[in-house]
């Protein structure tokens, strides 16, 4: 029903109808409404003649059609191009899979980023950001920012008070008292394996397959660093295991003992009233050799194992919720040096700051001789508010 030979001409048809639909209405004539389905069927029509005519350069191989100026203008700038830009799209996907470099077209200068690291689109930072958020049990609980690297963020250290007084009574004014917290730029780099043969795949199934495997490898990595990252030391986000607990508020087991009922119930009264919704972590090998058999004095189970609305098991300690871990040290009776083998914490205490802007670059692995795909993303993280922290540990004697 409807052709076009290039965009201009889908745009002009477009105008016409809007012309004839306006006309339409004016003079009040009984075929407006056809009118305006004229011009949404037009528009499905274009859509889909975008998507056939993208497949079509895919399977070429390899894509001429320049950025427009202003995606070139934002991708010169460092900044990702709009996901509309259904060219800058292709290009990517060929320069993925076949190196072929993107061209970028800004006034009347061509250049072409062969060498250099490729912003991926916001279409796919979308979906990478979606996978993250439904595959991560922990990365999805932390609280999520996008601060400049190097900017000192302001946090709570204390909270005021209210006081009782007589009907005309005063009180004394309170002051804020903040603390802050400072993100660097630590880079979190990528290997990723993008199986695809350039001849037979679609744009669709590509940007969903390399938001995939980047997402599964920032998954892991940033999971990782959030229990157990070494900080400035490691050139990462700082572990939660590896933050200084509030004095006071940490259970320590002498080496050669197992986990007891008593140091369960010391470490809930160790955790404020205001933090009730931290949840346990640990690694599952500790829950279920040292916790899920253990009973109180009345012989009531401490840990339980319900099925929860999906079928999936779900774990507590005292009605807490348990998260496992296998980045949390395993517990052993014999340590090298004081070793947290669980902890309770409040996971949106903890803040991850990341710039989502992902850029991808190709290399060769001199040793197998493989093209490889390398992904790179900024973030850091720590515990800022470290009160709904306490920490299991085993004492080295």
């Keep these: 029903m409807f052709k076009f030979k290039n965009y201009e001409d889908y745009k002009n048809q477009r105008d016409a109808a809007i012309v004839a639909a306006e006309q339409a209405l004016t003079n009040g004539a009984e075929d407006y409404e056809e009118k305006v389905k004229y011009i949404e069927d037009m528009d499905a029509a274009w859509e889909e003649h975008a998507q056939r005519q993208a497949d079509i350069n895919a399977l070429k191989g390899a894509v001429r059609v320049p950025l427009s100026n202003a995606a070139a203008e934002r991708l010169a700038a460092g900044v990702s191009v709009d996901e509309s830009d259904l060219e800058y799209r292709t290009q990517f996907m060929n320069y993925v899979l076949n190196g072929t470099p993107i061209r970028m077209q800004n006034q009347d200068q061509q250049t072409t980023t062969a060498d250099v690291a490729t912003v991926i689109p916001n ?24 601060y400049k690297g190097g900017v000192s963020v302001p946090t709570s250290a204390a909270k005021p008070t209210a006081s009782w007084v007589t009907e005309r009574g005063t009180v004394d004014k309170q002051k804020k008292v903040t603390g802050s917290v400072t993100f660097n730029y630590y880079k979190l780099k990528m290997v990723i394996a993008v199986s695809l043969t350039v001849e037979v795949v679609t744009l669709e199934v590509f940007e969903r397959t390399i938001a995939n495997n980047i997402a599964e490898a920032m998954v892991k990595a940033i999971e990782t660093a959030i229990i157990a990252g070494n900080g400035a030391e490691g050139n990462q986000p700082e572990g939660i295991i590896k933050t200084e607990p509030v004095s006071g508020q940490k259970v320590e087991i002498t080496e050669g ?15 404020p009233a205001a933090y009730d919704d931290a949840e346990w972590c640990m690694r599952k090998a500790t829950f279920m050799n040292q916790i899920v058999g253990m009973v109180d004095s009345t012989g009531q189970p401490i840990a339980r194992v319900n099925a929860g609305l999906n079928g999936k098991p779900e774990y507590t300690i005292l009605g807490r919720h348990v998260e496992f871990s296998e980045d949390v040290p395993a517990f052993a009776k014999t340590v090298s040096e004081d070793t947290t083998v669980a902890f309770m914490f409040r996971f949106a205490d903890y803040m991850l700051n990341t710039n989502m802007n992902v850029t991808v670059s190709k290399f060769t692995d001199n040793e197998t001789d493989d093209e490889c795909t390398k992904a790179i993303m900024l973030a850091d993280g720590k515990v800022v508010d470290k009160n709904s922290y306490v920490p299991v540990v085993v004492k080295n004697s």
Aim: glycine letters at 6%; proline letters at 0%.
């Design 123 to 146: 279409t796919i930072i979308d979906r990478i950001v979606e996978k993250m958020e439904k595959t991560g049990n922990i990365l999805n609980k932390v609280t999520r920012t996008f």
């Design 257 to 271: 003992n197992n986990i007891t009922y008593a140091d369960l119930c010391a470490a809930e009264g160790l955790l």
